[in-house]
């Protein structure tokens, strides 16, 4: 019930193409879900995150879409870019957030080719 | 410049000789934490520390030591290496307990 499970492991987008990362997680008391961005060679760091008052948080091209009812959760990056290659981790806390408290996806590596 | 600092970034060890992987930042944050990275499995913290001589176990502490005795500094031992814990190892701190968390670079661990 802790765990947060996230699909594909891997992605190859060809430039411009929209990038799409899933999670689900079961345990209803999630109330905080970050994704974390980490490039080759260094580690991750924050993208986005939401909470589940609001279905959907947009920045730049990147943008969550929260679905509460299907305990669902899904990274869309528009109009992909080479640069955007990295490694991607969704996570989710529950309520009270405390960072001790974060469970990570298992992360899905994306490519993408000009 | 504000930055998690691990040292050393690589090393190849045999079982079960004692090291010692480094962890320092200069944000002044209170919360500081272990994670291990392995394919397929994500990230899993090891330890984690509210704040000085504060310390307590995460997900898999199995093998692991660490001490907080200075708010910079976290250090991650390992008194008895063994092949299973070959992994790459982030060192995270965030300035409160539920607050964004900031990795440093890594350290690529192998035991042989």
């Known amino acids: 019930q802790q765990q947060v499970k996230q699909s594909p492991q891997s992605l190859i987008v060809q430039k411009g193409g929209i990038s799409i990362i899933n999670c689900a997680y079961e345990n209803t008391a999630f109330d905080y879900f970050p994704w974390y961005q980490q490039f080759p060679g260094k580690g991750p760091a924050l993208l986005i995150a939401i909470r589940p008052d609001v279905s959907e948080k947009k920045e730049g091209r990147f943008t969550i879409s929260f679905n509460k009812s299907a305990k669902q959760f899904s990274l869309h990056i528009m109009d992909s870019q080479p640069g955007d290659s990295a490694t991607y981790f969704c996570a989710a806390s529950p309520r009270p957030y405390n960072t001790d408290k974060l469970i990570f996806g298992t992360g899905t590596r994306l490519q993408v080719f000009p | 410049e504000a930055q998690v600092t691990q040292n050393p970034r690589y090393l190849i060890t045999v079982t079960g000789k004692k090291l010692t992987v480094t962890c320092s930042q200069n944000m002044n944050h209170e919360y500081m934490s272990w994670y291990r990275q392995d394919p397929g499995l994500g990230l899993r913290q090891i330890y984690y520390s509210m704040n000085v001589e504060a310390t307590d176990k995460g997900d898999v502490p199995e093998g692991y030591k660490v001490s907080r005795k200075e708010k910079r500094n976290f250090p991650l031992i390992l008194e008895s290496p063994s092949p299973n814990q070959t992994s790459l190892y982030f060192c995270?701190?965030?300035?409160?307990?539920?607050?964004?968390?900031?990795f440093g670079e890594g350290s690529r661990l192998t035991v042989l």
């Open positions: 995270a701190s965030s300035f409160r307990a539920a607050g964004e968390l900031f």
